[in-house]
């Protein structure tokens, strides 16, 4: 059995919508362009809609107790897991997006954070061994890679 389950890893994910909401909503208040301003008000409505889908298969799957081969082995190893996705940072990631200075460097952090999300998500999808719950995380991949595309879009409208 590895250390860490579906349950650990859909938990991660949900935290890392509600925190993806935070961060578009930030990315919002800053934009100076009103079509970057809805699009990343749209972003933030899908990142709430895969929150909710994330706790929906959390409800479904019940409680998880990690088996260890010494004291704090599972916590160590999930720690670690968590310091590699930049959106679990919270509240930091939500504040660079406040501080973003203009619309261009908005899009750069936001295609940054995409990517990050999508490699985090593609690592989620091979860790999970139920087959409904891959299919959902291969759901939430192809619309983490069409932000990607949209946003590289973005950036090279701006030149």
Do not use: C, W
């Amino acid at each position: 059995m590895s250390l860490i389950d579906a349950r650990e890893l859909i938990r991660m994910a949900k935290r890392d919508e509600d925190i993806g909401v935070l961060f578009y909503e930030a990315l919002a208040e800053k934009a100076e362009d009103p079509q970057l301003r809805a699009r990343f008000l749209e972003i933030r409505k899908q990142e709430i809609g895969h929150a909710e889908s994330f706790q929906e298969m959390l409800d479904g799957l019940g409680d998880y107790v990690p088996q260890e081969e010494y004291g704090g082995q599972y916590e160590h190893y999930y720690d670690s897991f968590l310091s590699q996705h930049e959106f679990l940072e919270g509240e930091g990631t939500v504040e660079k997006a406040r501080a973003v200075d203009n619309d261009t460097e908005a899009i750069k952090f936001a295609l940054g954070q995409e990517k990050n999300t999508l490699l985090f998500f593609l690592e989620m999808q091979e860790l999970i061994t139920s087959n409904q719950h891959k299919s959902f995380v291969q759901a939430v991949i192809e619309e983490e890679r069409g932000h990607i595309a949209e946003l590289s879009e973005m950036l090279l409208d701006r030149g």
